[in-house]
């Protein structure tokens, strides 16, 4: 059995909360050397990171699920600030990557290596509703062994608000990277669009990667990266990590995949409060989140 590992603490970088692991090899991650052709998927933590990244990698392969199943979603595109402490030695480093390569980062836009900006990298932004989001990282910070303990619920949730956590307020996030689309070549895609018509959205990425995809490859791709072919697909599922790191015993990591679980577990006043935070801080952004479909 593996032993297992220390909550990571949380260390801030230019005001953003970061990983201590993270932070520790900060300089290195800074000095990442994008390549023009990288494709960047850039998220919040839980916004359907997984998702998007299989979408993506089926997309360049032609809908040929094959080749994405021959490993681990984690070992084919790799988490750009991730550092595990040793022994967990996982995943594969982007440095060593043949071209063309897809990568996976949480960083808010202004923290994000500068070499993707000069090299002009396509990026995609995939942003989920705060509630939505809050409950499913409440989840996974329970099942995350390496994440610190996130408390009761109430406490998580003030905290989560607040930007108190990993990567630092999901407000600074969504609107850093919805201004940042304006300047570089960026697709903010929606995860309750996505969710409400998948097919569509899947169109939007891959005219943007500039691929053309037949009725049927279209078809292949929303099938394979359904919520429920992803959840029982182990290369997707991430069943494959070691339970010291994700525990899903506590909770699966493809839990439920839905637009407005959030109603099991906010109370109206939690709800109408965040409802008030958004109309304030999103307001001059032209951001807006739906929480239902
Ligand atoms: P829930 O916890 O609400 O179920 P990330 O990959 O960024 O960590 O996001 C994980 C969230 O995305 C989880 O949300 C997970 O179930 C959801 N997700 C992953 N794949 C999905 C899919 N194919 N369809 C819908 N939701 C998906």
Known sequence: MDPKPKGWRLVKIEGVPLTEETAKNWNEIKDFQARPDDVLICTF????TAWIQEIVEMILHGGD???C????NYERSPFLELFLPKPFLLGVKAEEMPSPRILKTHLPAKLLPPSFWKQNCKIIYLARNIKDNAVSSFCFRRMNQLAPDPGDWNNFLENFIAGEWTYGSWFDHVCG??????????LYLFYEDLKENPAQEIGKVARFLGVEL??????????HTAFKSMKVNPMTNF???PSSILDHTVSSYMRKGTVGDWKEHLTVAQSERIDDICAQKLRDSGLIFRTQL
């Open 239 to 241: 069943s494959t990590m």
């Open 69 to 72: 199943d021959l490993l681990p």
């Open 177 to 186: 990277w919805w201004e940042a689309k304006d300047h570089y070549p960026i």
């Open 214 to 223: 037949p009725e049927l490859v279209l078809s292949q791709i929303v099938e």
């Open 65 to 67: 699920s094959q080749k």
């Open 45 to 48: 933590p839980k916004s359907g």
